[in-house]
């Protein structure tokens, strides 16, 4: 039942939206940009920045995670007579962390790529952006 629990709120927490904020690394000055559902691990995204709206796609590659299967027996006799004992167990380890790319195209124009890091267990996200006038940013992503 633990197992079905944690499945269906890893479900319903992968659809939600992420908020971005992109912060000019010149002049501090904070834009702000959203997503789609986030479930599935790609979709579309919005951002305006200096008056200009962009839309583009976004991607997050997950990395990491294991698979562990194990089995055990032990059989031991005396003289009052004799026992048997057998285990098994099965751990499975979800990836908590990865990367992921932005690419958006404005209204007048520009144009916006970014690569992040995104930690799935804090729901929380920074990374780098350029535009194609050379303008950089950093990005925060919390979901």
């Known amino acids: 039942m633990k197992y079905i629990n944690l499945i269906l709120i890893s479900f ?8 971005l904020k992109f912060i000019d690394q010149q002049t501090g000055d904070m834009y702000y940009g959203k997503t789609d559902s986030t479930f599935g691990g790609s979709g579309k995204m919005t951002a305006e920045i200096e008056n200009e709206n962009y839309q583009g796609d976004w991607i997050y590659s997950a990395s990491g995670g294991s698979f562990t299967l ?6 031991a006799t005396g003289t009052g007579g004799s026992a ?36 799935t267990f804090s729901d929380t996200g920074i990374g780098q952006c350029l535009r194609n006038d ?10």
């Open 84 to 119: 048997s004992a057998y285990g098994t167990s099965t751990a499975v380890s979800a990836p908590m962390s990865g990367s992921g790319l932005i690419t958006m195209k404005g209204n007048k124009g520009g144009y916006v790529r970014c690569i992040f890091n995104f930690n």
């Open 12 to 19: 319903f927490l992968t659809g939600c939206t992420a908020s």
């Open 70 to 75: 194990g089995s055990s027996s032990a059989f």
């Open 134 to 143: 050379g303008k950089k940013f950093d990005i925060t992503l919390t979901r």
